[in-house]
T-cell receptor, first 111, second 116 residues
Framework: DAKTTQPTSMDCAEGRAANLPCNHS???????VYWYRQIHSQGPQYIIHGLKNNETNEMASLIITEDRKSSTLILPHATLRDTAVYYCIVWGGQAGTALIFGKGTTLSVSS | EPEVTQTPSHQVTQMGQEVILRCVPISNHLYFYWYRQILGQKVEFLVS????????KSEIFDDQFSVERPDGSNFTLKIRSTKLEDSAMYFC??????????????FGPGTRLTVT
């Protein structure tokens, strides 16, 4: 089973920041927090990952609390194309091992 | 940008028939995966493959399923005798090999399998 808890759904206005929370209170010291998203039944798309430091790339920022029990994915300026299901996944990161998907958060961006 | 490709995009088959789903992973990737997603449900791991061997498999991946790397570019999932409950989206993914820092998996667009 997934080791994360996410809200079922969230809404965001276009152009505003979307902040998607995730709880992972049982995360182990060597496990990473990965974020993927799935747009309308397409293949999941990798967004970002982190261990304990905050991370930023061209798609998003990831804020991980100091105790690593929760994190927030930030889409700084959400667009309609960001409407998707967002998955927070705790994963050891080893090649060949399974990603365990939960139900994720359905983010709806509206104009 | 390199991407994982899958064919066909949609496959319809009759119950009991064999199907082969095809994937072309990203060219410098050496780990390959299959996942499936039944309509309205979670994405589920089936199997991972490296160096012509299965690395890990789930309980779903029973004797009806097999995987193969028939040549240097394709990676296939075979279902020997399809059942109605095999109807799902099947996603192929690939990731880099040892020596990389991280092994994030990159997914293809999926094949929708409909068993009638």
């Amino acid at each position: 089973d997934a080791k994360t808890t996410q809200p079922t759904s969230m809404d965001c206005a276009e152009g505003r920041a979307a902040n998607l929370p995730c709880n992972h209170s049982t995360i182990s010291g060597n496990e990473y927090v990965y974020w993927y998203r799935q747009i309308h039944s397409q293949g999941p798309q990798y967004i970002i990952h982190g261990l304990k430091n905050n991370e930023t790339n061209e798609m998003a920022s990831l804020i991980i609390t100091e105790d690593r029990k929760s994190s927030t994915l930030i889409l700084p300026h959400a667009t309609l194309r960001d409407t998707a299901v967002y998955y927070c996944i705790v994963w050891g990161g080893q090649a060949g091992t399974a990603l365990i998907f939960g139900k994720g958060t359905t983010l709806s961006v509206s104009s | 940008e390199p991407e994982v490709t899958q064919t066909p995009s949609h496959q319809v088959t009759q119950m009991g028939q064999e199907v082969i789903l095809r994937c072309v992973p990203i060219s410098n990737h050496l780990y390959f995966y299959w996942y499936r997603q039944i309509l309205g449900q979670k994405v589920e791991f089936l199997v991972s493959f490296y160096n012509n061997e299965i690395s890990e498999k789930s309980e779903i991946f029973d004797d009806q399923f097999s995987v193969e790397r028939p040549d240097g570019s394709n990676f296939t999932l075979k279902i020997r005798s399809t059942k109605l409950e095999d109807s799902a989206m099947y996603f192929c993914a690939s990731s880099e090999a040892a020596g990389s820092t991280f092994y994030e998996q990159y997914f293809g667009p999926g094949t929708r399998l409909t068993v009638t």
